[in-house]
């Protein structure tokens, strides 16, 4: 019971902060996520690499750190639980990106998955496609706040712009 409990709030709490205060922020603010990660490599590293711009690791490094950042936390609860939320993180995240044209998830895990509420590749490939639709990496139910979220954080830099400006 313990195990699954740790797992279960490392997934909700790290899918939480990385999408209100990494994923939207920085498709707002930041601009490494979307030319890396909405790319078709993705990968922060070989972007890092080829146009010699370390900084952009330490921008992939958030994503990742937004899970991690709960370890301390919950491992007195369950370091098993904790092991496990981490391996099925990063099975959700190889999961997520399958785009390839050949793959269609099955009609029964499609159901799993609204049910639970998990985003399916599918899913997260409109996010991909668009950076307004579809947010929440493995939940789903974030994707609402975190449009009004979006909102609300274009509308401030928007301020902040206008301000700078006069
Ligand atoms: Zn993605
Ligand atoms: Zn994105």
Not at 8 to 26: I, K, N, S
Not at 81 to 110: D, K, N
Not at 118 to 127: A, S
Request: charged letters at 15%; proline letters at 5%; glycine letters at 4%.
């Amino acid at each position: 019971m313990k195990i699954a409990l740790s797992a279960l709030l490392l997934l909700l709490l790290g899918d939480f902060v990385a999408t209100f205060l990494y994923h939207v922020p920085e498709h707002v603010f930041g601009r490494f996520h979307t030319i890396v990660h909405h790319s078709p490599r993705r990968s922060f590293v070989c972007y890092a690499w080829l146009n010699r711009q370390p900084t952009a690791l330490v921008f992939g490094f958030f994503g990742f750190f937004s899970y991690f950042l709960w370890v301390p936390l919950l491992w007195p609860l369950s370091a098993k639980g904790v092991l496990l939320g981490l391996c099925l993180a990063e099975l959700h995240v190889i999961w997520r990106h399958q785009f390839s044209a050949s793959y269609s998830t099955p009609a029964w895990m499609q159901r799993l998955c609204r049910l639970l509420c998990i985003t399916t590749p599918e899913r997260h490939w409109l996010h991909h496609q668009n950076a307004n639709l579809a947010y929440g990496d493995i939940f789903t139910f974030y994707a609402v706040p975190a449009q009004h979220w979006l909102k609300l954080l274009r509308k401030l830099k928007k301020k902040l712009h206008y301000r700078l400006l006069a």
